[in-house]
T-cell receptor
Framework: AQKITQTQPGMFVQEKEAVTLDCTYD???????LFWYKQPSSGEMIFLIY??????QNATEGRYSLNFQKARKSANLVISASQLGDSAMYFC?????????????FGTGTRLTVIP | DAGVIQSPRHEVTEMGQEVTLRCKPI?????LFWYRQTMMRGLELLIY????????DSGMPEDRFSAKMPNASFSTLKIQPSEPRDSAVYFC????????????FGNGTRLTVT
């Protein structure tokens, strides 16, 4: 079974609008971390936001927030006030366990296009 | 902070040749990861090290691939002999050993094997 599922291959959003990128995960480990990365067309992988499985509140970083629904095993990324520079691939990833000793499992990504 | 440094940025080689990719992790990071990205398979973990020791190499495709980390500031990924199906972007990443530590990626090496 896939550990990370991103069901939206592509998404479009109007500039200045908000957009939600979906991510569901599968793990039996009670301790895990969820990450979102952005990959612009230039190719680098940019870390955006982190949510721990025991965190009580949804993570926020500037215009990025993570809608964490533990019972549904979903960790959707919300981008508010979209900008043209937000056009990129977005990857959801998960690390299982209590330490940083395990690798990140990545989803297949969602390509976001911001329309002027 | 210089970030993770990979070289070369681009590599074009002929089938059968040896290819060596290089990585310098962020100073102080004790985990180093090698990932491969292709359109068909997405981001795949090849191998990762903790304190220079290989921990999990189950993602290494076959014996043609090998990775080393002789010290805390340098790692190599070698493909010998290279094949066209090895064409991909190879990323090196490093992190601290905490669950909330993100992976910090290098800019990647785009490998083309003709």
């Amino acid at each position: 079974a896939q550990k990370i599922t991103q069901t939206q291959p592509g998404m479009f959003v109007q500039e200045k609008e908000a957009v939600t990128l979906d991510c569901t995960y599968d793990t039996s480990d009670p301790s895990y971390g969820l990450f979102w990365y952005k990959q612009p067309s230039s190719g680098e992988m940019i870390f955006l936001i982190y949510q721990g499985s025991y965190d009580q509140q949804n993570a926020t970083e500037g215009r990025y927030s993570l809608n964490f629904q533990k019972a549904r095993k979903s960790a959707n990324l919300v981008i508010s006030a979209s900008q043209l520079g937000d056009s990129a691939m977005y990857f959801c990833a998960m690390r299982e366990g209590r330490t940083g000793a395990n690798n990140l499992f990545f989803g297949t990504g969602t390509r976001l296009t911001v329309i002027p | 902070d210089a970030g993770v440094i990979q070289s070369p940025r681009h590599e074009v080689t002929e089938m059968g040749q040896e290819v060596t990719l290089r990585c310098k992790p962020i100073s102080g990071h004790d985990y180093l990861f090698w990932y491969r990205q292709t359109m068909m398979r997405g981001l795949e973990l090849l191998i990762y090290f903790n304190n220079n020791v290989p921990i999990d190499d189950s993602g290494m495709p076959e014996d043609r691939f090998s990775a080393k980390m002789p010290n805390a500031s340098f790692s190599t990924l070698k493909i010998q002999p290279s094949e066209p199906r090895d064409s991909a972007v190879y990323f090196c990443a490093s992190s601290l050993g905490r669950n909330n530590s993100p992976l910090h990626f290098g800019n990647g090496t785009r490998l083309t094997v003709t």
